[in-house]
């Protein structure tokens, strides 16, 4: 049985209208059609013709003719380009087609006049200052050795604050789409964005574009103006010592290029076609970049030059298609930095940062559509691999394909604005067919079953920072913000709200009034009970929110020593210490098990919070590895080193000489780095006098059973409690 079109794959018409569930169809006629394509797909699979076989795929992806159909059942749009249409220098309407670019005139105009003033600044100020320091005035004097060596600082100082420059320009609209100021190092010569592959190309055009617009310009009788150029600049360093020829090397084919390529190409093309149309654009930059050189001699052959530069970048740039709609492009953008920290291992990303920053527009609809994306993965990825519509295109990214095919499918439906847009639409029917059998693979008839549980289905809890507010404060305003607000029954400072509730832009979350924390981890300090005037040492501090409970609870009376070794982590513990005004903070950047516990700087600590690192297993039922990879697999040799080290910390935070209280807690649901842990220290802590100690008398959920004492150690169950998964033990002496 052989189909001509993806039409011909008779399949029920998908409800775009609701974000979390596909309904097979209810109307009469429609109920009537997917009864047809059950009975279809039986006998296609009886006659071992799988939906989208080798074959079917084929056969969806030949050149076609579509007509949408409005409510009137009248032909509203037409389109007729070629599925898996491939496009390159010949191309001109991609050619034509603007770039997205985020910021508007004054930026653009504020970065070149800041270049500018750069590349001015370090040629006639700053080295000549540096000069006059080490005792060099005369610079025509130098030897040709001197010369290139100067040169050579020079191009890196103008190299640095040029990209400086672009960087402080741009830095607010950061994340960047994937076509503006980006490029992979590491795939050099990978088809289509191979950078150094079009490089090259542009290397190889320029002697043969600059010779025939030179001689062009001679025979309309242009007359070379005298006075030097650029090139009899670099001839007169040119010396054939090693020295010379390596700096003139970095300074012509390294850095130059570099600077350039990402000032004039990168930011003020793609910046320009935003106000004129790309050919426009890639001459007018040109242009600046002919000027640029400050050489009236080569100012035609130079802007000869920057123009095939610039038509050589375009369809490099171009690789790759973006999403045209904000929201889209950015979730594809937080979703592809998601997945590359999740493949790499790589902690600091999440979804939140990366989608609720300041720089983002559209800050909730671009968290729903890259969380629903995200629950939808799974979903997504094998109605690609079925439908083959990455492997028939090689310009649309995996995450742009997941959030566009998320939004044709479940979420609020998708108008084919760019090339991209139109690529999925145009595959709609393979991408409909591909789902069906998804779901029929999985026994299911609605792809909300088979969805993992998020943070979204859960009630959300906020602590308030009793340094700056008190909870009755709270919970008033908090009730004319959201509504529905309650105060936790077991931790007087925590209050329950509604999981609708998004408080991320909240003024009181912004100036450090109230902390956005789950209740288990909220947990450990109220575990600890410390009182005020006393020392309290986090060992394992950042970000700082446990930190700052603990400071609340003292009421900034007493100290705590809040210790982490990461710079990057160590720098948000510090920003969060001094929002919540925990000014009883004391932070130390250092490896707590390299401090020194029995000297005389930590002998008035009297309680120690220890949360280590740890798996995160009672996290991921909430967070991003849980969406990515929802498989069970446990990575048993990362589970024995961080067990280790965790026990290394509990033994050393008990040589602290005067230690009363010490509260163990991870966000693990594994035995091992929970009551294992603990077994392995009691030893030791009954040989100092410390014994195990419950904290909530009245929590239902406590330790492995197959564990000693397990009764007096805490346990937060993700779906039974509605926080994260928690253990905790205190010890008490």
Not at 140 to 168: P, R
Not at 595 to 620: H, I, K, N, R
Request: net charge neutral; charged share 20%.
């Amino acid at each position: 049985m052989q189909a001509t079109s993806c039409q011909q794959h008779v399949c029920p018409r998908l409800n775009n209208r609701s974000p979390a569930s596909i309904s097979l169809i209810s109307s009469p006629a429609r109920t009537q059609k997917a009864a047809v394509s059950r009975r279809l797909h039986s006998a296609q699979q009886q006659l071992g013709c799988l939906i989208c076989s080798k074959k079917r795929r084929e056969s969806c992806l030949l050149p076609r003719r579509c007509i949408k159909l409005g409510s009137s059942k009248q032909p509203i749009e037409e389109v007729t380009e070629e599925a898996g249409q491939k496009w390159g220098v010949f191309q001109w309407r991609e050619y034509n087609r603007p770039w997205q670019v985020p910021w508007g005139g004054l930026t653009v105009a504020a970065g070149m006049v800041g270049w500018a003033v750069s590349f001015l600044g370090v040629a006639l100020v700053l080295l000549p200052a540096v000069g006059s320091l080490v005792g060099v005035k005369d610079f025509t004097s130098m030897s040709a050795t001197d010369k290139s060596v100067y040169a050579l600082a020079n191009q890196i100082l103008e190299t640095f604050a040029g990209l400086g420059i672009v960087f402080l320009a741009t830095r607010k609209f950061m994340p960047l789409s994937p076509d503006i100021l980006k490029f992979d190092i590491r795939e050099p010569f990978a088809k289509p964005r191979g950078w150094l592959a079009w490089g090259l190309l542009g290397v190889l055009l320029s002697p043969l574009v600059v010779g025939a617009a030179a001689a062009a310009f001679s025979l309309l009788g242009y007359d070379e103006v005298n006075g030097k150029g650029t090139v009899d600049g670099v001839a007169q360093i040119l010396s054939l010592d090693l020295p010379s020829f390596a700096s003139l090397f970095g300074v012509t084919a390294v850095l130059a290029p570099i600077l350039e390529e990402t000032v004039f190409r990168g930011f003020l093309l793609t910046s320009l076609t935003k106000f004129m149309p790309t050919w426009a654009a890639v001459i007018a930059s040109s242009v600046a970049f002919g000027l640029a050189h400050l050489s009236v001699r080569d100012l035609p052959q130079l802007v000869v030059l920057g123009t095939l530069l610039g038509f050589v970048y375009v369809p490099n740039a171009r690789a790759f298609w973006t999403c045209s709609s904000v929201v889209d492009r950015q979730a594809a953008h937080a979703l592809e930095k998601i997945l590359e920290a999740h493949t790499t291992r790589r902690h600091g990303v999440s979804l939140k940062s990366l989608t609720l920053g300041s720089n983002i527009e559209a800050k909730k609809a671009t968290y729903a559509v890259t969380l629903e994306s995200l629950k939808h993965l799974q979903v997504i990825d094998a109605i690609l691999e079925r439908s083959q519509l990455l492997q028939d295109c090689s310009q649309l990214t995996r995450s742009s394909a997941v959030v566009l095919v998320y939004e044709l499918l479940f979420g609020q439906g998708m108008r084919p604005l760019g090339p991209a847009e139109r690529h999925v639409q145009k595959h709609k029917d393979c991408l409909e067919a591909a789902l069906f059998a998804e779901l029929q693979d999985r026994g299911v008839q609605n792809v909300s079953e088979i969805l993992p549980e998020t943070e979204e289905s859960r009630p959300r809890s906020v602590r308030v920072n009793t340094i700056k507010l008190t909870v009755a404060a709270a919970t008033s305003r908090l009730q004319a913000d959201v509504g529905s607000v309650e105060p936790d029954d077991l931790l007087g400072d925590v209050l329950i709200l509604p999981s609708s509730c998004h408080l991320h832009d909240h003024p009181w979350v912004k100036n450090g009034n109230l902390i956005l924390q789950s209740k288990a981890s909220c947990m450990p300090a109220q575990a600890l009970q410390p009182k005020p005037g006393w020392t309290v040492m986090d060992c394992c501090a950042a970000p700082g929110n446990k930190t700052t409970h603990v400071a609340a609870m003292l009421d900034n009376k007493g100290e705590v020593i809040a210790v982490d070794r990461d710079p990057q982590r160590f720098k948000r513990l510090k920003a969060n210490a001094e929002l919540a005004g925990a000014t009883c903070i004391r932070c130390i950047q250092d490896d707590f098990l390299k401090l020194d516990l029995e000297g005389a700087e930590f002998s008035s600590v009297d309680g120690v919070l220890l949360d280590p690192s740890c798996s995160g297993s009672g996290t991921t039922h909430t967070q991003l590895d849980r969406l990515l990879s929802p498989s069970e697999d446990i990575d048993e040799g990362r589970l024995a080193s961080l067990a280790s080290f965790q026990e290394k910390a509990m033994r050393h935070a008990f040589k602290l000489p005067n230690l009363k209280r010490l509260v163990y807690s991870t966000c693990s649901l594994y035995s091992n780095e929970g009551e294992e842990v603990i077994q392995k220290v009691m030893p030791l802590a009954t040989q100092l006098g410390f014994k195990l100690q419950d904290p909530f008398p009245s929590w239902p959920r406590r330790g492995h059973r197959e564990f000693l004492q397990s009764d007096l150690m805490i346990r937060a169950d993700p779906k039974l409690d509605h926080t994260d998964g928690f253990f905790l033990a205190l010890f008490v002496r």
